[in-house]
């Protein structure tokens, strides 16, 4: 068999592309004893192969297998372990129940007179015109500094804010 042939064989060997005709081939020239140095590293491989395939399994490991797939053994791991999750059910009930008697506590303690006494109330300004244009103004205000203050972040810290336009310029 041409060295060339066993090359592109094994070529195709690695990509999976072989029959098993050619592996069979590829065994075979592997098995002889003359075989160039620079493939005597695949010569283990198929060999094993074929030495594999001699190997027989005993009686006793079918009668191994037969024994436990006849007789499954079935564990259940229980999901809530009883020691820890009783006393954190009892924690909890008592913490609850704390909780609720102090809410109920509460609710009869304290004063009736919590309501909001819209009588006396006074509005701050007489006219809803007028209440408008002040929060109108301060709303100007605060966006007149945030736009300043983002102005400050972009520019360098060589030029100087405060300075009027004109002198910028210069």
Same mark, same amino acid.
């Given at each position: 068999?041409?060295? +060339?042939?066993?090359?592109?064989?094994?070529?195709? #060997?690695?990509?999976?592309?072989?029959?098993?005709?050619?592996? /069979?081939?590829?065994?075979?020239?592997?098995?002889?004893?003359?075989?160039? /140095?620079?493939?005597?590293?695949?010569?283990?491989?198929?060999? #094993?192969?074929?030495?594999?395939?001699?190997?027989?399994?005993?009686?006793?490991?079918?009668? +191994?297998?037969?024994?436990?797939?006849?007789? &499954?053994?079935?564990?259940? *791991? &229980?999901?809530?372990?009883?020691?820890?999750?009783?006393?954190?059910?009892?924690?909890?009930?008592?913490?609850?129940?704390?909780?609720?008697?102090?809410?109920?506590?509460?609710?009869?303690?304290?004063?009736?007179?919590?309501? #909001?006494?819209? /009588?006396?109330?006074?509005?701050?300004?007489?006219?809803?015109?007028?209440? #408008?244009?002040?929060?109108?103004?301060?709303?100007?205000?605060?966006?007149?500094?945030? +736009?300043?203050?983002?102005?400050? *972040?972009?520019? &360098?810290?060589?030029?100087?804010?405060?300075?009027?336009?004109?002198?910028?310029? /210069?």
């Amino acid at each position: 068999m041409d060295y +060339k042939e066993i090359e592109q064989l094994l070529e195709s #060997y690695w990509n999976g592309t072989t029959s098993l005709a050619e592996e /069979e081939q590829l065994r075979s020239f592997f098995m002889g004893d003359t075989i160039p /140095e620079h493939l005597l590293c695949y010569k283990d491989l198929f060999c #094993y192969q074929v030495r594999q395939r001699e190997v027989e399994l005993g009686e006793e490991f079918d009668q +191994k297998i037969y024994a436990a797939i006849s007789n &499954p053994v079935v564990r259940i *791991k &229980p999901m809530l372990d009883r020691r820890w999750f009783v006393p954190l059910l009892r924690a909890t009930a008592i913490v609850l129940s704390v909780a609720f008697i102090g809410n109920v506590a509460q609710d009869i303690f304290s004063s009736a007179n919590d309501d #909001y006494d819209y /009588e006396s109330y006074n509005d701050t300004y007489d006219s809803a015109d007028v209440a #408008y244009e002040q929060v109108s103004s301060a709303l100007l205000m605060v966006s007149e500094v945030i +736009k300043v203050s983002q102005v400050e *972040k972009m520019l &360098p810290d060589s030029v100087d804010i405060s300075a009027k336009p004109e002198e910028l310029c /210069e």
